[in-house]
């Protein structure tokens, strides 16, 4: 287990929004952890059902989670197997990542986190963390999930110092939502730099209230 995510020894499960193929469902299964997976694009959301087929405490749910119920966008598919993809249009990310492009948009209509839950009826208590790899659009994620956000110990994002989608969030953004809600940065480890300046960090939020 990456050191990164020493905190799913603390929880009972995740739920992890942007899961593109599940490619850390292996990781889950090992700890045993019940896993709600959530993907917008249909034909990877395909593939990652399949993919956690044999994880009976692991499902998927096709939506894109954003700040308001109904709000639609034109959602970008990259050419990274759909991993890169967003709602936002790149920007500092072509200086780390020149050869990944979009190859298709989709007109997709968001829901929010806390309806999502409600109307799956998803229990928080089996779960516990949430993993967000949307792209730039974690902010956005998070203030649809506002009203629950006190039912999870740990928050788990990717953030950049500098703009890595046009007019999506930054990591000061992100850190200064998730103080105001009582949440304290635990650890941040940077996974990529820019040359012109800028690092692209994993960051882990703890609950302190």
């Not at 087929?53 to 959602?75: I, M, N, T, V, W």
Request: glycine share 8%; with cysteine; hydrophobic share 40%.
């Amino acid at each position: 287990m990456l050191p990164d995510d020493g905190f799913l020894r603390e929880v009972p499960g995740v739920i992890h929004v942007g899961a593109n193929s599940g490619q850390e469902r292996d990781k889950y299964a090992a700890s045993g952890l019940n896993v709600i997976w959530i993907e917008p694009i249909p034909s990877v959301f395909e593939a990652l059902q399949g993919n956690i087929a044999a994880y009976p405490k692991q499902r998927a749910f096709r939506s894109l989670l954003a700040a308001e119920h109904g709000a639609e966008y034109d959602f970008h598919i990259s050419s990274n197997a759909g991993a890169s993809s967003s709602i936002f249009q790149f920007a500092g990310h072509k200086d780390i990542w020149p050869g990944i492009d979009y190859v298709e948009d989709i007109r997709i209509a968001a829901t929010t986190l806390t309806r999502l839950l409600e109307t799956e009826k998803i229990d928080l208590n089996e779960y516990g963390a949430l993993v967000l790899d949307t792209q730039g659009s974690e902010l956005l994620v998070l203030k649809g999930a506002i009203d629950v956000l006190n039912q999870f110990r740990f928050v788990k994002a990717e953030a950049a110092d500098f703009e890595m989608y046009a007019g999506s969030c930054q990591l000061e953004d992100l850190a200064e939502f998730m103080r105001r809600q009582g949440f304290t940065l635990r650890r941040k480890t940077p996974f990529a730099r820019r040359e012109a300046g800028g690092t692209y960090y994993d960051v882990v939020f703890a609950r302190v209230r």
